[in-house]
């Protein structure tokens, strides 16, 4: 568990923390306030996504490597199934990355636009702390 970060956990399992995460979130956060907790556990999101689509790009790389070995080596036995199974598996692992990757800046937005929104707010409840007794003097 992070120290600063009480939703940043089980690093090693990045994918199902990410998608844990994703599931305890409000589905839309249009013209709301994050509360920090949720800040924080959006945060945790972001560095889940980009932790799984970390390990998942490097393994994909590793394959690659081992691929192009096996492919020139002629005493590796090529088996149709083996090399179908290989391609399904790294097919499915880039979409897996395509969403972590999607999920991570739509969420990274929806931070953006809370810290502006939470920023306007207070530039309001400071303007309209002002007026007030202005207002107030005026009335009497």
């Keep these: 568990m992070s120290a600063g970060n ?17 599931r305890q ?11 920090s907790d949720e800040r924080q556990q959006a945060k945790a999101a972001i560095n889940h996504a980009h932790n799984a ?3 998942l790009m490097n393994g994909i790389e590793a394959i690659g490597h081992l691929l192009f070995t096996a492919g020139n080596n ?7 199934g083996v090399l179908e199974n290989i391609g399904m ?18 969420l990274q937005a ?9 920023a306007a707010s207070q530039l309001r409840q400071k303007a309209v702390a002002k007026v007030a007794p202005a207002e107030s003097a005026g009335a009497a």
Excluded: C
């Excluded at 598996?89 to 739509?106: S, T």
């Excluded at 929806?110 to 939470?118: E, I």
């Design 74 to 80: 002629a005493d590796y036995p090529t088996e149709v």
């Design 110 to 118: 929806t931070l953006d636009r809370d810290d502006r929104q939470a």
């Design 89 to 106: 598996l790294i097919k499915h692992i880039g979409v897996e990355a395509q969403f972590l990757q999607e999920q991570q800046a739509d």
């Design 53 to 55: 689509n970390y390990t």
């Design 25 to 35: 979130l409000a589905g839309d956060f249009h013209g709301h306030v994050m509360s």
């Design 6 to 22: 009480p939703h940043f956990h089980h690093i090693e399992r990045a994918p199902y923390e990410f998608g844990h995460l994703i």
